[in-house]
């Protein structure tokens, strides 16, 4: 499991003090439009305030009620704003730990000519190639050409454990900033300077390119309704108290609007949704998209790319199979010789067991031919005198040996299958037309994967393995990860009509990947999660990056999306459970001198009207504060069932936003009676 990385806390003055500042900014009106309950807020405020000046010209006796009333309404306005601001001030906080990795960089780039030029990092273009050496920083983001090299990632994921990256395959990308620990590699840059990965999170981060999501906008929608609903039952309240013959002022008729809108969650709404982000910045995931963050908390489906994401990515010669007649160090020489030109990490795995189990030492002499491994003819080779050495695919060794699958031998079909069977990878060894045996290259699956799909599966999200391998290789694979079902001989277009197909049915899906050939699935899937360790293009398409590169990381993504909607869901419980229990407060205060039968509502005893107006608007305020905490944290999720989730919601945010503004608003009574403040 990724390790959270330690957030700054609520009262930390590193963000405590900015956050002030931050608030005290947002107060501009052309800001606060973009939140309709807090706005109407600052202006009911800013109204409050005049008559509290009129007050104290005209009527002195009666400013003190009215300054109270506005200065508790203009900390209702600031308390919601320093909300927002303390989301924020958290989501630098991480933005300015990924600068400080953005040092002043050189380069040296390689010139048509061979020459090393020194030049800044920023002078670089994209196509350029550049030479990074052990203990150099890697000027930009780009692609490994040449070389393999152990780059340290710890200033971009965290995590102090050094990387491979080399030149092909899905392990090439590179990010700027990094340190390369050993050996050289050379880079091509493909991305402009202010334009990289750590440049567009630090942007993400920071909020700049933050949009409401649907649900957001909804709920916007929702707050702003009832906003005008109020409006209009605070006009009829004071038509019926002048109808009735009660006296209600302005003051106070603005004072029970504010106290009746959604101005809890409303003031929290935002806050919410830069939180849910930075969580998952605190889990090492970057999100370009809050849609994406949502839509993690209703996924249904996950897909996951098996090579570099299941299991490790490259295979390992784990075991020789000689055929009969032949031994398991002549099998294990021929399998070394006919590896030397097969610079892949598979390549280098079986020279690795070959000298490291039988002590055979590559031979010094010469080969009359040497046939390098391409992904074309899957084969690799030496010729020595009468000797024809390939390794390779199966069906590429039968193909050189002449020999079709129907023709080959028994115990060499066993073999193979023996293999497939268990979930490796078969490799045959041949000299000329005989079948010296198969070579186990073994997929390493991930340690405690899974118990990881097991806690996702509790969730109700299905996991799905995708893989190129045959079928009986895949099944192998995919019962011992423990994965639901698997998708095997997939090409990109399966994996994307899979995605669609799912789609129309109304599921939302999730897709895991690394490599370039995932790019099209990652891009069509609701929530698509690209590894760090992968291609640029993979990333690309990708609404989301785990720089952990934990395929299982979607279990806190998706606890994260749940987090999101019900902390949004419990805390809109909350404020219009308030205003209920607010409503029912307050009114039966306000008018049992002209409606004594009222008496009976008034069960908390208020000392006086101007006290229950008093009270409440101070209870309004003071619980926004009160609920940032939990905003920033978001609710609590467990895996439950709808129903059960939706009891304890309404069980927890529902009754205790009715209970708790009763008990409340009657401790604030009580101190504001004892202090003689109205």
Request: charged share 20%.
């Amino acid at each position: 499991m990724s390790k959270d990385h330690h957030a700054p806390g609520f009262l930390d003055p590193s963000i405590l003090l900015p956050a002030l500042r931050g608030a005290v900014l947002k107060l501009d009106p052309r800001l606060l439009l973009r939140n309709p309950v807090i706005f109407v807020t600052e202006i009911v405020a800013a109204v409050v305030s005049l008559l509290f000046l009129r007050d104290l010209l005209v009527q002195p006796g009666t400013a003190a009620f009215s300054g109270q009333i506005a200065a508790w309404l203009w900390f209702t306005v600031l308390f919601a704003t320093f909300a927002e601001a303390v989301a924020e001030g958290r989501g630098r906080a991480q933005a300015d730990s990924l600068k400080r990795s953005k040092t002043d960089l050189t380069a040296r780039r390689v010139e048509p000519d061979g020459r090393l030029a020194r030049i800044a990092a920023t002078e670089l273009k994209i196509g350029d190639i550049v030479l990074v050496e052990a203990g150099d920083l890697i000027p930009g983001d780009g692609e490994v050409i040449e070389g393999v090299a152990s780059v340290n990632e710890s200033a971009i994921t965290g995590e102090s454990a050094p990387v491979i990256r080399e030149s092909g395959g899905d392990r090439s990308a590179v990010t700027g900033g990094t340190q390369v620990l050993s050996d050289a590699i050379r880079v091509k840059i493909t991305v402009a300077p202010g334009s990289s990965f750590v440049d567009r999170m630090i942007a993400l981060i920071e909020g700049a390119q933050r949009q409401k999501t649907p649900n957001e906008i909804a709920l916007s929608i929702l707050l702003s309704g009832l906003t005008l609903i109020f409006l209009f039952v605070c006009v009829a309240i004071w038509g019926l108290a002048g109808y009735s013959g009660t006296l209600l002022s302005v003051t106070v008729l603005a004072a029970l609007l504010v106290t009746l809108i959604p101005t809890t969650i409303g003031g929290l709404l935002s806050a919410i949704g830069i939180a849910g982000m930075d969580r998952l910045v605190r889990f090492n995931v970057i999100a370009t998209s809050g849609r994406a963050v949502e839509a993690a908390g209703d996924v249904d489906t996950l897909l996951l790319d098996k090579t570099g994401t299941i299991t490790f990515g490259n295979r390992m010669a784990s075991d020789f199979l000689p055929a009969p007649g032949v031994t398991a160090a002549e099998l294990a020489e021929a399998a070394l010789l006919a590896s030397l030109a097969d610079e892949t990490p598979e390549g280098r795995s079986v020279i690795a067991l070959a000298t490291g189990t039988f002590g055979i030492a590559p031979p010094a002499a010469a080969f009359d031919k040497v046939i390098h491994f391409t992904a074309e003819t899957r084969l690799s080779g030496v010729d020595k005198g009468e000797r024809r050495l390939r390794k390779g695919a199966v069906d590429s060794i039968l193909r050189f040996a002449g020999l079709t699958e129907q023709e080959a031998p028994a115990a060499f079909l066993r073999a193979v299958e023996q293999v497939a069977r268990s979930g490796g990878t078969p490799l045959g060894v041949v000299d000329a037309n005989r079948l010296l045996g198969v070579i186990h290259l073994k997929d390493v699956v991930k340690p405690g994967i899974k118990e990881r799909f097991a806690a996702l599966r509790a969730m109700g999200i299905r996991t799905v393995m995708v893989t190129g391998d045959n079928p009986v290789t895949a099944a192998a694979i995919a019962s011992e990860a423990g994965v639901d079902d698997y998708l095997a001989q997939a090409t990109p277009e399966d994996k994307l009509q899979y995605i669609r197909r799912e789609q129309q049915g109304g599921r939302l899906i999730a897709m895991c990947g690394d490599g370039t050939n995932d790019a099209p699935a990652l891009a069509q899937a609701d929530v698509g999660v690209a590894m760090q360790t992968g291609t640029q293009a993979a990333r690309e398409a990708a609404n989301m990056v785990d720089l952990d590169s934990s395929p299982t990381k979607l279990i806190e993504i998706v606890e994260i999306g749940k987090q999101l909607l019900m902390t949004r869901g419990s805390l809109t419980t909350f404020s219009i459970a308030n205003d209920v229990a607010k409503y029912f407060a307050i009114i039966p205060a306000l008018f049992v001198a002209t409606y004594p039968a009222l008496d009976g509502l008034n069960i908390m005893r208020l000392a006086s009207p101007q006290s229950a107006i008093l009270s409440a608007v101070i209870f309004n305020a003071l619980i926004i504060i009160a609920l940032i905490p939990l905003a920033l944290k978001g609710v609590a999720y467990r895996p439950a069932g709808a129903a059960s989730l939706l009891r304890r919601n309404l069980f927890v945010y529902g009754l205790g936003g009715l209970l708790l503004p009763f008990a409340g608003i009657k401790i604030i009574d009580l101190a504001v009676s004892a202090l003689n403040l109205v």
